[in-house]
């Protein structure tokens, strides 16, 4: 047997992953309209789909009559092909879930799990904890085949490590190591927000061709999908929105400096300024009572939040002219009326040329975004070798 080149296993990895993601993205779709979306020829189409069928990531559904009254044979994802454990490492929380490669949760647990008093070891094992809590959940005989995780901070993704976390306390951490050995599994990290983006856009049903998302919560963060890929820059630092100096003699920000984004938008920030004007506010709960109740300076503050959350949609708009933007986290989630008020704002403040053109959405993910989207992410991964083992 005369044995590929190169170039020519690389276009046929490339082509099969251009039709499997289509199908992923439009399931269930015909041959034929795989063809026409891809240009490709219907012979080529009707190998790689066999290909994807052998390796068990896509089936044939039942045939139903179309309107000329001929059968068409619809192509689907097996839903059990790479069902995923994913988390979310967070500072006093981690969420674990279950999600199939139709990218629907199967199961679901939150642990009350303080990351900084325990070290990385340590949470890995809590980690495998819940992992065979929630295996135990699944009804039937599932395997779960690959996991994920998404981490609150630096990221180096290709290299499984977490570059510097602060809230989480950890540095240099080869976190995707750790855990690959305690879960027995291949495992992806991703930066949250960058794991997220990809699951509010499926919350959504939006097409990954060009999304920015803006994270408010007690930290401010903003990703971007570009043609489906989530934009990392040049060392995985891209979209620290929060971190843009927009006024110099501002409060002290987390990072050491002062002024940036986060201090007039994050969740700490906005509560350090509710007490300059009362002292007893401990919760925004109580702010945005306050706020409701019309006392003055609550009203003030609100009002200046949500002008502060305009700016930062306009300046991600002009960075990135994104077809959408999403706005979400744990802020806006909780409280989804700053969302109208930043939108009112948003009619004196955004830039010209992108009225008309920007969408924008509040988020629907129900804080499941970054479960969705490290799944996706590690599913993806998982089946890229999968594809590579089998076909070749
Ligand atoms: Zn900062």
Not at 314 to 325: A, D, K, R, S, V
Not at 342 to 347: E, K, R, S, V
Not at 357 to 375: D, E, V
């Given at each position: 047997m005369i044995q590929p080149t190169q170039d020519q296993a690389y276009t046929k990895i490339h082509n099969t992953r251009v039709v499997l993601d289509l199908i992923r993205e439009k399931r269930p779709l015909s041959r034929v309209e795989i063809a026409r979306l891809t240009g490709m020829s219907s012979a080529t189409i009707t190998r790689i789909v066999s290909d994807l069928i052998r390796t068990g990531v896509v089936c044939e559904t039942t045939p139903f009559s179309t309107k000329v009254g001929r059968k068409a044979i619809l192509l689907d994802i097996v839903s059990d092909a790479a069902l995923c454990f994913a988390v979310d490492i967070a500072p006093s929380l981690l969420r674990a879930g279950i999600v199939d490669y139709k990218g629907e949760v199967l199961c679901q647990r939150e642990y009350a799990i303080v990351c900084r008093e325990h070290t990385p070891q340590q949470y890995a094992k809590l980690v495998h904890k819940s992992l065979l809590e929630l295996c135990a959940a699944l009804p039937g005989e599932k395997e779960v085949v690959c996991a994920g995780a998404t981490v609150i901070g630096i990221v180096d993704h290709a290299a499984g490590m977490v570059r510097f976390a602060p809230q989480l306390g950890w540095k240099e951490v080869p976190i995707a190591a750790l855990l690959e050995e305690a879960l027995s599994l291949p495992v992806a990290i991703h930066n949250d927000v960058d794991a997220q983006i990809l699951g509010e856009a499926q919350s959504l049903g939006l097409d990954k061709k060009s999304v920015a998302y803006l994270s408010v919560g007690k930290g401010v963060g903003s990703s971007m999908l570009l043609d489906g890929r989530v934009v990392e820059g040049d060392s995985d630092i891209c979209g620290e929105i929060g971190h843009t100096i927009i006024e110099l003699q501002g409060l002290q920000c987390s990072c050491g400096r002062r002024g940036c984004l986060q201090t007039f938008i994050g969740e700490n920030s906005v509560l350090q300024r509710a007490r300059m004007k009362d002292p007893a506010i401990k919760s925004m709960?109580?702010?945005?009572?306050?706020?409701?109740?019309?006392?003055?300076?609550?009203?003030?503050?609100?009002?200046?939040?949500?002008?502060?959350?305009?700016?930062?949609?306009?300046?991600?708009?002009?960075?990135?002219?994104?077809?959408?933007?999403?706005?979400?986290?744990?802020?806006?989630?909780?409280?989804?009326?700053?969302?109208?008020?930043?939108?009112?704002?948003?009619?004196?403040?955004?830039?010209?040329?992108?009225?008309?053109?920007?969408?924008?959405?509040?988020?629907?993910?129900?804080?499941?975004?970054?479960?969705?989207?490290?799944?996706?992410?590690?599913?993806?991964?998982?089946?890229?070798?999968?594809?590579?083992?089998?076909?070749?």
């Open positions: 709960r109580q702010l945005v009572a306050c706020y409701h109740e019309g006392t003055p300076w609550a009203r003030e503050l609100i009002e200046q939040t949500a002008t502060y959350l305009a700016v930062a949609i306009n300046n991600l708009g002009c960075m990135h002219n994104p077809q959408t933007i999403i706005l979400g986290g744990e802020l806006i989630r909780s409280y989804p009326f700053l969302f109208e008020l930043a939108q009112q704002h948003l009619g004196d403040l955004l830039y010209e040329p992108l009225r008309g053109n920007l969408q924008l959405l509040c988020t629907k993910s129900r804080g499941m975004s970054g479960i969705l989207g490290i799944a996706q992410l590690s599913q993806e991964r998982y089946v890229d070798q999968l594809i590579e083992d089998n076909i070749f």
